[in-house]
């Protein structure tokens, strides 16, 4: 008997990971989901944001991207030629290319405002993403 309920536990709690709860489309907030299956707790990380280049601007335009200070923010930029920098104005954090890979900034946001993602390239610079943090 105890068995069939920790069996009807894990399904459960799989059934809510992979379902992945409400669908943001996308815009990820930066907050985390705990799953606890008889006293053990599993974090699943946010998802990451991904911004993809094509001719040097940023595929959709610009985006709005918000996060509440603590949050983690995850931002991966899928590069196009020509790209040699992109970087977090405030946050001063630098990614450059390693040919095709992308460029994955990683980071907690423990600065509060507003802050630019922006690339350098032979397309001149580029906003990538503007980066709201609150406290």
């Known amino acids: ?50 911004i993809r280049l094509a001719d040097g601007a940023p595929v959709g335009g610009a985006r709005e991207l918000s996060y509440e200070q603590g949050d983690r923010v995850r931002i991966r ?15 001063e954090i630098d990614r450059f290319p390693d040919g095709d890979k992308p460029l994955v900034f990683d980071f907690t946001a423990d600065l509060t405002g507003g802050f630019e993602l922006e690339a350098h390239g032979v397309a001149g610079d580029v906003l990538l993403a503007n980066i ?4």
């Open 1 to 50: 008997m105890g068995l069939l309920i920790l069996l009807a536990a894990v399904a459960v709690g799989l059934f809510v990971l992979l379902s992945g709860g409400d669908d943001d489309g996308g815009e990820g907030n930066g907050s985390t989901t705990a799953t606890v299956i008889e006293g053990t707790t599993t974090t699943v990380e946010p998802a990451f944001e991904v």
């Open 77 to 91: 930029v899928i590069p196009d030629p020509g790209l040699e920098e992109v970087h977090i104005h405030g946050y």
């Open 132 to 135: 709201k943090v609150q406290p």
